[in-house]
């Protein structure tokens, strides 16, 4: 589900971060050349990552198929702390800062907010389309802003961003009424609730970073905390969660599971690092609104789910609202 995005101080308030979206990363701050424009190849980039973490949706239901939901989801976490601290070590970056910087405890607690969301995330698959449940996941900025708004002084809501908050709160609203509406809809409304309840504990994770001592670490640390603590706790459990733990490993189911701890875990979340290093965070940001709707597009591609015209308009509500939040 990063996808999932700015840093944890570069972003505006209520802002989306990490994972199947982009990461939650942590006071990584954008240069002082932040308020120029994008370059192109920022911009490309950008919407590439956009499309990935929409993607993301796509691949856990194909490997869902293969593979039991909390398993994978433990598995994936693995392989990307894995290739994460493989990277690190590569490029001479030390992840040993939890020794001494006093953040181990507000590390375990984003792994275990990480690692909940993500079995809320890849159950909910299993009951609804991977359109609708990109939409609910990424309610996130409406957990966050308000989240902020009691506990950081300094990012009250203003009046722009209430005002997507309040477009995105009515897509929502949309999105739950069109399930609704559909044939076998019990099966859907909980799969939709699970992976609106996924984009609140994405948005818990979101302001933990931004008021924990994880706000002045290293943003390859606080991945790894989530990646890490995510995988020992998931994988362990599975055989309790999962209904059966047999796999059904074909090219697709394998591909659809790589895709996700390869391309997205680590691949997709190391590419943003580099972008928000070099740019304005909020302007990156402000792209986010796109990754619902290619995840809703490719739902519709890929696996040829139904769009309903009510549906549509409650996932460009959503789309508009994280826009209006991000916007520079």
């Known amino acids: 589900m990063d996808p999932r995005g700015a840093s944890a101080q570069g972003q505006a308030g209520g802002g989306l971060d990490r994972t199947g979206h982009p990461p939650q990363s ?30 993301n949706m796509v691949a856990v239901k194909i490997g869902n198929t293969g593979i039991p939901p909390v398993l994978q989801a433990g598995l994936r976490s693995l392989v990307g702390a894995l290739l994460l601290g493989a990277w690190c070590r590569w490029r001479g ?22 690692g909940l969301e993500f079995v809320l995330i890849y159950v909910g698959l299993g009951f609804t389309s991977a359109s609708r449940a990109v939409v ?20 009250r809501l203003t009046g722009g961003k209430a005002l997507g ?27 939709d609730a699970l992976c609106l309840l996924a984009g609140a504990f994405w948005g818990m994770t979101t302001v933990l970073v931004k008021v924990s001592s994880l706000r002045t670490a290293r943003p390859e640390l606080v991945l790894q905390y989530q990646l890490a603590v995510s995988a020992l706790l998931l994988i362990p459990v599975a055989p309790w969660l999962d209904a059966s733990l047999m796999l059904r490993p074909t090219p697709l189911v394998v591909a659809a599971f790589l895709y996700q701890a390869v391309g997205v875990a680590f691949i997709s979340y190391t590419a943003w690092f580099w972008l928000v290093s070099r740019h304005s965070a ?34 460009g509500l959503v789309a508009v609202g994280i826009w209006q939040v991000n916007r520079p």
């Open 93 to 114: 970056i030390s992840l040993d800062g939890w020794r001494r910087d006093g953040t181990m405890p507000a590390g375990l607690l984003a792994g275990l907010l990480f």
């Open 136 to 155: 609910f996941v990424y309610g996130a900025p409406f957990f966050v802003a308000l989240g902020v708004h009691w506990l950081l002084p300094d990012d």
């Open 282 to 315: 909020s302007r990156l940001a402000a792209f986010s609104f796109l990754s619902p709707l290619f995840g809703v597009l490719a739902g519709a591609v890929l696996l040829r789910e139904p769009l309903e015209p009510l549906f549509l308009l409650a996932a």
């Open 26 to 55: 942590s006071a990584m701050s954008s240069p002082a050349r932040g308020g120029e424009p994008l370059p192109p190849a920022a911009v490309g980039l950008m919407l590439l990552l956009c499309a990935s973490w929409g993607l």
């Open 165 to 191: 908050l309040a477009i995105a709160f009515g897509g929502l609203a949309l999105a739950f009424a069109d399930g609704f509406a559909r044939p076998g809809n019990a099966r859907m409304l909980l799969g």
